[in-house]
């Protein structure tokens, strides 16, 4: 006789709960009503200003805020500001109708930038985000995809960092480059080599800032070093080039257990 048990079920995903901030209240009914209909939001908390969000989060944790930017007194980006300065802050996705704010977003590293009027898709992408956000968290702290915002043919949508190869200075501005196309951003190269750089960025001269997880070859040829991304060599600096090398061999070579 074989006894046999059936492998436990999969635990349900847990529900969220979240804050809907919108001093309009029209927009801020509309904002509650698509949330609620989202499948993986379990309470949605309303509030019409940044000072009575605030008061509502230190009573009651929320997992992320969907919030509009413009409002009188403590505006969506200065609470933001005092977001950021949480020891465990939740994801902030910003739902406006004006797209000027885009960089001061990124910035502080929201989630996502929502124009209104809202489509059901859009905040369902949204909320995707913010659920990847919180269990990259939970996985691996530090370790979240975060996201630069970029504007395509007049139309703001975020670019997740691991899709971007390399990133070439361009004044104050930064292209960044995928393997589906280019996006200029207003943010200097030295300001994304700071913020990425625990995330495997490194730079290789002045004007670029690698991936290193997308480094397929190395070249030495002539006394010249470059690199191959996604079909694109690129020329490394002398400068650059041991340090270069030394994290390359440390990323290839396997952990070994310490005797």
Same mark, same amino acid.
């Given at each position: ?11 349900? #995903? ?41 008061? @509502? ?7 992320? @805020?969907?919030? *509009? ?21 939740? #994801? ?66 975020? @670019? ?11 004044? *104050? ?14 943010? #200097? +190269? $030295? ?12 730079? @290789? ?14 070249? $030495? ?26 994290? +390359? ?11």
């Amino acid at each position: 006789m074989t006894n046999s048990t059936s492998p436990p079920a999969a635990a349900a #995903p847990e529900l969220l709960r979240v804050l809907a901030l919108d001093d309009e209240a029209p927009a801020l009914d509309e904002l509650v009503w698509l949330l609620g209909r989202e499948e993986r939001i379990g309470e949605v908390i309303s509030s019409d200003s940044a000072a009575e969000a605030l008061r @509502i989060l230190h009573e009651r944790p929320v997992d992320a @805020i969907f919030m *509009d930017i413009q409002m009188p007194g403590l505006t969506g980006l200065d609470l933001a500001r005092v977001l950021s300065r949480f020891s465990t802050k939740p #994801p902030v996705v910003f739902v406006t109708a004006h797209e000027q704010h885009a960089v001061d977003a990124f910035e502080l590293n929201v989630v996502d930038y929502v124009l209104k009027p809202v489509r059901d898709e859009r905040l369902a992408e949204a909320v995707r985000r913010v659920v990847s956000r919180i269990e990259g968290r939970e996985a691996a702290p530090g370790a979240e995809d975060d996201s630069i915002l970029v504007e395509l043919a007049g139309v703001s949508r975020l @670019i997740p960092r691991s899709e971007v190869l390399y990133v070439e200075a361009q004044g *104050d501005y930064a292209r960044l480059h995928t393997a589906t196309g280019s996006h200029l951003v207003r943010v #200097p +190269l $030295t300001t994304l080599a700071d913020q990425w750089r625990d995330a495997g960025f490194v730079r @290789i001269h002045r004007s670029l800032l690698v991936a290193l997880g997308h480094i397929t070859e190395w070249r $030495t040829e002539g006394g010249r070093t470059t690199v191959v991304l996604g079909g694109h060599e690129l020329g490394v600096s002398r400068r650059h080039t041991r340090a270069l090398r030394d994290l +390359l061999v440390k990323r290839a070579q396997p952990g070994k257990e310490r005797r």
